[in-house]
């Protein structure tokens, strides 16, 4: 289970790295909503995807569900802030946030499959 957990973690390592760049890559840096919002989520996914992949599997399940809800963040995200008319940012938060909430469920759900360590 460790294995799940390091191949989800490091892909919402890129998913973070991601949704960092798309603003720019994506041509929809002049929102600035949309912007803030990938830089910052992205910041907090990659860090919280960090944190589960070289941390203790055990100890740093919370960092799974954090991401976890930050990918549901990121789906209804367009529609709060203001920013679903602009395609390329609307589309790209909902399949980033759809693969962000999969990932770290997956990966949260690695750790209660897991048996504990004894002290």
């Not at 960092?20 to 890559?25: K, N």
């Not at 960090?50 to 055990?58: F, H, I, K, L, P």
Request: hydrophobic content about 60%.
């Amino acid at each position: 289970m460790d294995n799940q957990v390091k191949i989800a973690s490091g892909l919402n390592i890129v998913a973070g790295i991601w949704l960092i760049l798309a603003p720019f890559i994506l041509g929809y840096s002049y929102l600035s909503g949309a912007l803030w919002n990938d830089i910052i989520i992205g910041a907090v996914v990659l860090i919280m995807a960090a944190v589960r992949e070289w941390g203790n599997s055990e100890d740093t399940t919370w960092a799974s569900w954090i991401n976890l809800v930050l990918g549901i963040w990121l789906i209804i995200a367009p529609f709060i802030i203001g920013y679903s008319y602009a395609s390329a940012a609307l589309w790209n938060d909902i399949i980033i946030g759809i693969v962000v909430a999969v990932l770290a469920g997956w990966s949260g759900s690695a750790a209660t499959a897991m048996p504990r360590r004894s002290v």
